[in-house]
C-alpha cells in the first residue's frame, strides 16, 4: 500500500517562509514526477509546483522566484521551501507522485493528506 504523508504546514507571518515535506512509503519501485498542489477555501486545487525523477522543474506563475521544489530520490521524498509569504498563499497544500509500485503493470497518481498553510499577521 503506497502512501505519501505530509508535514511542515503551519502559520506563518507574511513575508515569512516555510518548508513543506513529502515522504511516500509502501512498495514502491520508482517514482516518477512529484508535484505540489494548494487549494484555497472556496477555490479550486491548483498546481504549486512540478518535478521531474530528472529534476526539471515548473512553477505557477504566482510563487514563481518565492517558492522551490526539490526532491530526493534516494529517500522517497519532495520538498517545497516557501519564502516571502504572502496572505494569499493560504491553502491546504497537498503532495502528489506518480508511483510505480512494486509488481504492478501501471504506474499510479497518489496524494498526500494534506497540509495547512496559513500566512497572517
Known amino acids: 500500500q503506497v502512501q505519501l504523508v505530509e508535514s511542515g504546514g503551519g502559520l506563518v507571518q507574511p513575508g515569512g517562509s516555510l518548508r513543506l515535506s513529502c515522504g511516500a512509503s509502501?512498495?514502491?519501485?520508482?517514482?516518477?514526477?512529484m508535484a505540489w498542489y494548494r487549494q484555497a477555501p472556496g477555490k479550486q486545487r491548483e498546481l504549486v509546483a512540478s518535478?521531474?525523477?530528472?529534476?526539471?522543474?515548473n512553477y505557477a506563475d504566482s510563487v514563481k522566484g518565492r517558492f522551490t521544489i526539490s526532491r530526493d530520490n534516494a529517500k522517497k521524498m519532495q520538498y517545497l521551501q516557501m519564502n516571502s509569504l504572502k496572505p494569499e498563499d493560504t491553502a491546504v497544500y497537498y503532495c502528489?507522485?506518480?508511483?510505480?509500485?512494486?509488481?504492478?503493470?501501471?504506474?499510479?497518481?497518489?496524494w498526500g493528506q494534506g497540509t495547512q498553510v496559513t500566512v497572517s499577521s
Open positions: 502528489k507522485a506518480t508511483v510505480y509500485p512494486a509488481g504492478a503493470a501501471d504506474a499510479g497518481d497518489y
Open positions: 509502501g512498495s514502491i519501485l520508482t517514482i516518477g514526477a
Open positions: 518535478i521531474t525523477r530528472a529534476g526539471r522543474t
